[in-house]
């Protein structure tokens, strides 16, 4: 693997934990998956991962941030999506997501979007629902024990660390406002990667 080709340097990727897996793997995971620890845990093919993160961000440049949203019920979420909606415009929503609102115009909270991000289909499932019903796209970040079902894209990473969540979400960040032509380089965004992953 050429590092150059990579969209964060091999060791940033590896420091982070995005490649590391769960014990348990999905029939449609397994292609993902470059090998198995002596301990169980499954390694992702980091090639893989970074493939489909520029596959998404040039997917995601298409659209306007309004048209975007970001969920993830999980708390070890919670600090990287907000960092994202401040750098990127594109709203995200951090906890319990109330079920309509993307099929509600009713709803206090209802928003119209033409893509979903969710951390975990798992624990997002309603939000994922509601995506399919709207025909919006939905991206999901898949864990070695993640199903695929709904999911127009997958991306391949572990879905439950803090720093292997910020260190996604600031790829994206960077590469959404680089093709948007909102920023040159990543010297201009408001925060480094370090801010994203630390603790």
């Not at 709203?91 to 079920?99: D, E, I, K, T």
């Amino acid at each position: 693997m050429v590092e150059q080709e990579l969209l964060v340097n091999l060791d940033t990727y590896l420091k982070s934990g995005l490649h590391i897996g769960t014990k348990h793997k999905t029939t449609y995971m397994a292609p993902f998956i470059y090998k198995i620890r002596p301990d169980g845990l499954s390694v992702l093919n980091v090639q893989a991962i970074n493939k489909r993160i520029e596959l998404v961000t040039k997917y995601l440049s298409q659209y306007q941030p309004e048209e975007i949203l970001v969920v993830g019920k999980r708390e070890n979420s919670w600090k990287a999506l907000n960092l994202f909606t401040e750098m990127t415009g594109i709203q995200s929503f951090a906890g319990r997501y109330s079920p309509g609102m993307l099929t509600n115009p009713e709803l206090e909270d209802f928003v119209e979007i033409k893509v979903l991000i969710v951390a975990d289909p798992w624990p997002d499932k309603d939000a994922v629902r509601d995506a399919v019903r709207v025909g919006a796209t939905v991206v999901a970040l898949c864990d070695t024990n993640n199903e695929s079902n709904y999911i127009d894209i997958v991306v391949p990473c572990n879905n439950k660390g803090r720093k292997s969540l910020g260190l996604f979400f600031w790829i994206l960040a960077r590469e959404y406002l680089t093709q948007r032509k909102v920023i040159k380089n990543e010297k201009e965004m408001k925060y480094p990667v370090d801010i994203f992953i630390a603790d």
